[in-house]
């Protein structure tokens, strides 16, 4: 029956999906979001399609749906994912970028976003990193690990410790680096696959940061 063809469409995304038919499984779920049944809703199908753009090759098909899932959803994670992997599509102009900043940056402010603040900031770095800022990326860093030291249930701390001491390894900040490194969780899963090369690299800050002391 026709009234049953967007959840069959529905069935297909999930099938080509499973396959990573980005393509194909984008086709389908946009044929399917009136299933919706409340905004709520709409928003994860829109979130998930404009991700399916992106990893299909069409930023600007993923950019039209990123923004319609930021004016339909009411959970604050999903609207900064959607802020930031939209400011880091493609085809994005600088001042795309310098705009999706200050969106970020404006959220920090707000009461809604209380306890998100680590995310927001760890969002505006990466943002400042599409920019090339390296600075600007490092400050917002440094935020993004201070709000995550005080709020226990943070997911984003490892994540920015990790980066923060990334960069400050390219800069040759060798003693912030090793805190940044000292501070990781090697027991979080997200960081499983690649415990053993923070171990090796935070092993070898610590010796530099010994030099480092000999030395003055």
Not at 68 to 90: C, F, G, Q, S, Y
Not at 132 to 145: G, H, I
Not at 169 to 190: E, H, I, T, W
Request: glycine share 2%; charged share 25%.
């Amino acid at each position: 029956p026709k009234r049953l063809h967007p959840q069959l469409d529905e069935i297909l995304s999930y099938s080509f999906y499973n396959k990573q038919i980005w393509d194909s499984s984008a086709f389908y779920l946009k044929k399917s979001l009136s299933v919706a049944k409340n905004p709520a809703q709409l928003a994860r199908k829109e979130y998930l399609l404009a991700q399916l753009y992106s990893l299909s090759g069409k930023p600007d098909d993923a950019s039209v749906y990123f923004q319609r899932a930021k004016k339909h959803t009411n959970d604050p994670l999903m609207l900064i994912h959607a802020r930031l992997n939209d400011a880091l599509l493609a085809n994005k102009t600088l001042s795309n970028t310098d705009e999706s900043l200050n969106e970020l940056l404006k959220l920090t402010k707000k009461e809604r976003f209380d306890g998100y603040e680590d995310l927001l900031f760890f969002a505006a770095a990466d943002v400042a990193l599409q920019k090339k800022d390296t600075m600007l990326a490092f400050s917002y860093l440094e935020k993004s690990t201070r709000y995550a030291q005080k709020n226990p249930e943070s997911t984003t701390r490892n994540k920015a410790f990790l980066k923060y001491g990334q960069l400050a390894l390219y800069q040759k900040n060798y003693r912030l680096a090793a805190g940044c490194y000292d501070s990781l969780n090697l027991q979080d899963p997200q960081l499983s696959q690649d415990a053993a090369s923070i171990e090796k690299t935070k092993n070898i800050l610590v010796e530099l940061v010994k030099q480092q002391d000999i030395v003055i």
